[in-house]
């Protein structure tokens, strides 16, 4: 994401959900957002990111010029689907909140420990569940998962074999992992 140029459509909240999962997750990537009204929470945010700029202003056509991929997070379906035709024709990648069927992807919901990321998706069709998946995960999972990351990375660079052995060694050796909470 962060050798592309995003186009964010919107200054409210879901506007803020996406741009705080881009920033989170990519935090190099160059953002402009275009909205009529930036919420305070969106302005909040935007003094953290070296890489967004922010226009208050309403959507030209133009805004698309420059973009590979497009998030459109009004609250308006005639100007989202309108937006959505004019993105298309110049061949970006759409992602139109809250509108399944006017998505080339989705955002995933992602829990990060460390060098662990896991992504969560409904396909649109609840991103709620995605959020409280996420929660009870990043709850669920240890903050020094990390430290199990670099021992099966340790193990890993020492091991002897084809890709099989290694593969079924792996396997025994974190059995370990899932057999019993107790055992850890």
Not at 91 to 99: F, G, H, Q, Y
Not at 165 to 184: A, C, F, H, Q, Y
């Amino acid at each position: 994401l962060e050798n592309l140029r995003l186009l964010i459509v919107g200054g409210g909240n879901v506007c803020y959900e996406k741009l705080t999962a881009v920033s989170h997750n990519s935090p190099g990537t160059n953002i402009v957002l275009v909205a009529k009204k930036i919420s305070p929470e969106v302005r909040s945010l935007a003094g953290q990111l070296t890489h967004l700029t922010l226009h208050e202003r309403p959507f030209a056509p133009a805004d698309l010029d420059q973009a590979d991929i497009v998030f459109i997070a009004i609250n308006d379906r005639t100007m989202s689907h309108q937006i959505y035709i004019q993105a298309k024709k110049r061949n970006r990648l759409v992602n139109v909140a809250d509108t399944p069927d006017l998505c080339d992807f989705y955002l995933g919901s992602i829990v990060q420990k460390g060098h662990l990321k896991l992504a969560i998706s409904t396909n649109g069709k609840s991103p709620t569940i995605a959020k409280r998946l996420r929660e009870m995960l990043s709850e669920a999972l240890p903050d020094t998962f990390d430290e199990v990351l670099d021992n099966i990375q340790i193990i890993r660079k020492r091991m002897k074999g084809n890709f099989q052995e290694k593969v079924n060694r792996l396997n025994e050796i974190t059995k370990v992992l899932v057999e019993s909470p107790d055992s850890l």
